[in-house]
Each structure stands twice: as structure tokens, then as C-alpha cells.
């Protein structure tokens, strides 16, 4: 069964470094979405993305984060100079040809950010 | 705000108990609803979803949900519970308007002694 695959599964950083998490969402889907984790707190939405561009995005998701499409299967969260407060478990979802049809997103297994 | 409760932080259960898992939402306009299950050290997935149509919902390994509009409310049931289906149980919605951001409740911790 396809799946959404993320990497790495844990990174540690240092505060003020960038990081890059990595996502292969479902190949024939179209719609590709970013959710964090705090420990103990709820998953939040930070971005979606369709068609090459960014389609909605929250508050949380200020001028440090950006997302990219750069080939045809990857699907990248950039953070450009962490902070302590990003740490987090980040998940990847993507979802299918039609949105019409369903909403439903399957989600990778998620990547646990340490800040440090 | 949009957002999403879930009653339970933290629910026990024998094998063969019943189950439900309460979740209530904010906005009173079209919304669509979903459950997810994360199982120890797996993805999130899919339980079921409502759409449309009649409210009562059924997923996948015996879960159902019903939707009661007046009460703003998507109750998870299951008759008759077992050990496998300890994990971590999510409400999420899709509020109208949105681009299909999934809006979250904190989850419910299930376990269940064999």
C-alpha cells in the first residue's frame, strides 16, 4: 500500500541553524500539507500546498518556514534559523486527485525535531 | 476560534467494555469530520469520516461515529473493545472554507487491559 514517507526520523540541531525536513508524499496526489506536534499538545496545521504554490498557512507559519516542491516527488519544510520553541514532532500528509471527492489525508510517520 | 474538544484525556478500559470517546466542535457551519488512530509507534490513520449524508458513520475495525449537529458533536463508540486497539485517538475538522486544514482536538489516550 503506498505510504507517505518522511526523513530523517529524528533531527537534532543547534538554536539558529537551519534544518530541512524531508517528505515523499503519495505519488499520484496533489495536495501536500505540514503539521507539528509540541509534546503534549495538540497537532497543528502549519501549510498547505497545491499546485506549486502555498494554499493556506497558519499564524504559526511565519517568515522562517518555507516549503518547496523542488522535483516531482519531494516535499520539504525549511526552517531557516530555529529557535528552542520549534521543537516538535512535524508530520507530512498528502491528499488525493480530487478534493471534491475526499479530504482524506495520509499521513507519514513524522519527524521529531530536538532543538537544542 | 475554530477548534476542537476532546472530553477524555486518558480512557481504561477492560477487553470487551464499550467505548466512547466524546468530541465537540466550535463552528456551527459546514464542517467535515474525521477520527484518526495512531497506534504505538505507527502513522496516523484514518479511522472514518463524514461528509454528508446520514450521520452515522462506520470506519474501519468496528468503530463507528455519529454526528449530532444541534450538539455540535462526533462521538467515537465501539461495542466491544480489544487490547490491539490501544493507541492514541484523534477528532480533526475541516472547517468550511478552508483548503483542507485539519483542525485537531489534544487526543485521547486509550488502553485497554487484556
Known amino acids: 500500500e503506498p505510504e507517505v514517507t518522511q526523513t530523517p526520523s529524528h533531527q537534532v540541531t543547534q538554536m539558529g541553524q537551519e534544518v530541512i525536513l524531508r517528505c515523499v508524499p503519495i505519488s499520484n496526489h496533489l495536495y501536500f500539507y505540514w503539521y507539528r506536534q509540541i509534546l503534549g499538545q495538540k497537532v497543528e496545521f502549519l501549510v498547505s500546498?497545491?499546485?506549486?504554490?502555498?494554499?493556506?498557512k497558519s499564524e504559526i507559519f511565519d517568515d522562517q518556514f518555507s516549503v518547496e516542491r523542488p522535483d516531482g516527488s519531494n516535499f520539504t519544510l525549511k526552517i531557516r534559523s530555529t529557535k528552542l520553541e520549534d521543537s516538535a514532532m512535524y508530520f507530512c500528509?498528502?491528499?488525493?486527485?480530487?478534493?471534491?471527492?475526499?479530504?482524506?489525508?495520509?499521513f507519514g510517520p513524522g519527524t521529531r525535531l530536538t532543538v537544542t | 476560534a475554530q477548534s476542537v474538544s476532546q472530553h477524555n484525556h486518558h480512557v481504561i478500559l477492560s477487553e470487551a467494555a464499550s467505548l466512547e470517546l466524546g468530541c465537540n466542535y466550535s463552528y456551527g457551519g459546514t464542517v467535515n469530520l474525521f477520527w484518526y488512530v495512531q497506534y504505538p509507534g505507527q502513522h496516523l490513520q484514518l479511522l472514518l469520516k463524514?461528509?454528508?449524508?446520514?450521520?452515522l458513520v462506520k470506519g474501519i475495525k468496528g468503530f463507528e461515529a455519529e454526528f449530532i449537529k444541534s450538539k455540535f458533536s462526533f462521538n467515537l463508540r465501539k461495542p466491544s473493545v480489544q487490547w490491539s486497539d490501544t493507541a492514541e485517538y484523534f477528532c480533526?475538522?475541516?472547517?468550511?472554507?478552508?483548503?483542507?486544514?485539519?483542525?485537531f482536538g489534544k487526543g485521547t489516550k486509550l488502553s485497554v487491559k487484556p
Open positions: 500528509a498528502s491528499s488525493g486527485v480530487s478534493r471534491t471527492v475526499s479530504y482524506e489525508q495520509y
Open positions: 480533526a475538522v475541516i472547517y468550511g472554507g478552508s483548503q483542507g486544514n485539519l483542525i
Open positions: 463524514y461528509f454528508s449524508g446520514d450521520p
Open positions: 500546498f497545491y499546485n506549486n504554490e502555498i494554499s493556506e
